[in-house]
């Protein structure tokens, strides 16, 4: 009988995962690695990607940290090179790497220029650049080594704001300017599930798998006002913790979900299901 926790297991596999070092993409590292995975911590960031990379390899994990600058082709091929160079093999790539307009307390006001229809045209254009031709890069980087070892995962992070219209509402406070998600935003998480349906069927036969996660919104220090209108929209009534993507990273990363590819796992709380 086969022990369905071998199905998680990710020892011998290399992960690397794009925007390691952010909310998301620090948990992502620690959940991979603690499967059994030697990591790649890339980000644009170097002190923080090398932050974390220093973590795991202190807690006994095998990780280095990798400069990755998504939008530049050397830059994502150095970043895969890295990885062959140190581990051997890439069998699974994270694109989590994304401009994700925020409205915690560290971003407080910043979003008061979004309107649509004043929506400046070189930041919808680095948007794409970063959250389309970044992922595009990425894979196109790592499929290579995928196909030579005829094994991969490779998961793409969506967002609900790419499944439905963001409630704008949210962000709008009395006596203040009003403030909004981005067109941006919506228009590349939606882009991210039409490439991951396109790789999938791509790469049929080729052992390749290509998923999407779509987490919620995470809770990071936002205000109670923001919480408690977030909650009111959620089955769950409230938003996610930082950690409970964990489990869904690791399902889509292994062979626990083998017959998985071109699926979009959504992780919201019930947004969606209303």
């Given amino acids: 009988m086969n022990d369905i926790f071998q ?3 990710l020892a011998g596999r290399t992960a690397i995962v794009t925007g390691g070092a952010g909310l998301l993409g620090v948990e992502f590292c620690r959940t991979l690695a603690q499967a059994g995975a030697q990591v790649v911590v890339a980000d644009l960031n170097e002190g923080a990607a090398e932050k974390v990379a220093v973590s795991l390899s202190k807690a006994g994990y095998p990780a280095i940290h990798s400069v990755v600058d998504v939008t530049r082709p050397e830059s994502t091929q ?3 090179a890295s ?10 790539l994270v694109n989590s790497a994304a401009l994700d307009p925020k409205f915690d307390p560290q971003h407080e ?16 254009n680095q948007a794409v650049q970063v959250n389309l031709t970044g992922l595009f890069l990425c894979c196109q980087s790592a499929v290579g080594p995928m ?3 005829g094994w991969g995962s490779i998961i793409n992070l969506c967002s609900i704001y790419g499944l439905v219209g963001p409630d704008q509402r949210l962000y709008q406070r009395p006596g203040q300017p009003p403030q909004y998600k981005p067109v941006y935003y919506s228009v590349t998480k939606a882009g991210v599930l039409g490439l991951t349906h396109y790789l999938a069927t ?3 036969g080729a052992g390749i798998r290509v998923n999407a996660l779509t987490p919620g919104g995470i809770y990071n220090n936002h205000d109670e006002t923001f919480l408690q209108q977030y909650a009111a929209r959620t089955v769950l009534g409230r938003m996610a913790q930082k950690d409970e993507m964990n489990g869904a990273i690791l399902f889509l990363a292994s062979e626990a979900s083998s017959y998985m590819t071109g699926s979009n ?9 209303w």
Avoid: C, H
Avoid at 109 to 124: C, I
Avoid at 265 to 273: F, P, R, S
């Fill in 78 to 80: 150095a970043m895969v």
């Fill in 83 to 92: 990885a062959m160079e140190n581990f051997g093999r890439v069998d699974i």
């Fill in 147 to 149: 196909l030579a070892q």
């Fill in 7 to 9: 199905k998680f297991s």
């Fill in 265 to 273: 796992l959504v992780v919201d709380g019930g947004w969606t299901a």
């Fill in 109 to 124: 006001g910043k979003q008061s220029d979004n309107a649509f229809e004043t929506f400046p045209l070189e930041v919808w």
């Fill in 202 to 204: 791509y790469y049929a």
